[in-house]
């Protein structure tokens, strides 16, 4: 079964700190994964997907397939950070459709 | 441009009744998808529609719930003999086809309370 895990509701870390927000998956083939990220107030928003190996706002996420992870790492926590994020995988239908994990609440406290 | 909208942005109706959920697309997105979002929970897919065609409605609960979308733009969620556990927040996405890669672009919701 296709399943998205992320261990962690809260995260509180202090500005300036390293963030790590963990992801795991289950998936028995090959699968694009997906962080979102919602900000207070505002509309679910692609962060970043694995396959771009891009950095946005100075986020990234390696995809681990041997440990099947996909955790997103920020080396310095700012206050805007703050948010609720969702890793989301894509499996092979060729739908898109998204299956997500139950979210983690990041705060970034001054 | 203009995002994702959704309409009603709440609504609250009594058990038992129907309700319909409404979504309009970005202009030229013909791939549209709708979730579900319980309090404390992340989204949960229900269906994706391609076109006017409901490619994929492996994620509706039951028979209660039903979607169109008719001229392949707007799309409406139908909900009948509404339950208390139908509450939750209702997104809407839709993504431009690109070969390989769908980023999916989503509404701000319509949360559906059944008292």
Known sequence: AQRVTQPEKLLSVFKGAPVELKCNYSYSGSPELFWYVQYSRQRLQLLLRHISRESIKGFTADLNKGETSFHLKKPFAQEEDSAMYYCALSGASNTGKLIFGQGTTLQVKP | ?115
């Open chain 2, 1 to 115: 441009g203009a995002g994702v909208s959704q309409t009603p942005s709440n609504k609250v109706t009594e058990k038992g009744k129907y309700v319909e959920l409404r979504c309009d697309p970005i202009s030229g997105h013909t791939a549209l998808y709708w979730y579900r979002q319980s309090l404390g929970q992340g989204p949960e897919f229900l269906i994706y529609f391609q076109g006017t065609g409901a490619a994929d409605d492996s994620g509706l609960p039951n028979d209660r719930f039903f979607a169109v979308r008719p001229e392949g733009s707007v799309s409406t969620l139908k909900i009948q003999r509404t339950e208390r556990g139908d509450s939750a927040v209702y997104l809407c996405a839709s993504s431009f086809r690109l070969a390989g890669y769908y980023e999916q672009y989503f509404g701000p919701g319509t949360r559906l309370t059944v008292t």
